[in-house]
């Protein structure tokens, strides 16, 4: 493929743009400057330099965010920052998406890609992804409530729809880590589901936080706001 061709497919710009970066020397490969758009080079594996910035080519980017709070997972959000400005521009430029979402003052493991397919079958309830949670609780966890959230709840709708019908949901794990402190297991993706859950058996969340998606766990050493790449999708699914 040709190195301007590799650049452009992993979001440095136009053609044009992408032909310019090698042409004024901005690009290399193994340490060295290449100047030729039209080189050629095979892209599996390959591991290019774009102003001093190492990239590894990927033909559909996977990559893991460390959460903070205070950002939305959205491209259009409405009151917080988009997950996405903590992203650098040629993953912008590639529209990678967040698998799922998280609430903007929730933390921890967020997925991101480009391949629409990936997010459907992670996303999908009939693929059984495991996410794990930890919530903090406003007042402490019996164990009446944490049968309850193994047993299965209703999530009730603050407003509910004339002829709506209740919603149930079942944790595939739950435990008191502490006295206030909640770790949930599940395979499920609703809308502010834990949050909806823990109220369902008469606590409340005061703090959420995601440490793994299926098998993936969050690196104790990505800090809030840092992303690093998943080389495989497989890794995902590896252990789950």
Known sequence: MRLSQILFSQGFGTRRLCAGLIQHGEVSVQGEVVDDPDADFSPEGLVFEVGGKTWP?????????????GYECSQKPKHHPSVMSLLPAPLRERNVQPVGRLDEDTTGLL??????ALIHKLTSPKHHVPKVYEARCKHPVTAEQVAQLLAG?????????????????????AEATGEQLLRLTLTEGKYHQVK????????????????SFGALA???????????????????????
């Open 57 to 69: 080519y990927y033909e559909k980017a996977l990559i893991l965010l460390h959460k903070p709070a």
């Open 111 to 116: 997925l991101l890609t480009d391949d629409g």
């Open 153 to 173: 709840v209703e999530l009730r709708e603050p407003d509910p729809k004339p002829h709506h019908k209740p919603e149930f949901t079942r944790a595939e794990a």
């Open 196 to 211: 909806r859950m823990v109220a369902a058996v008469g606590n409340r969340v005061e703090a959420l936080h995601r440490p």
């Open 218 to 240: 969050l690196p104790a050493d990505l800090a809030p706001g840092a992303w690093t790449w998943v080389a495989s999708p497989a890794l995902i699914w590896s252990q789950a």
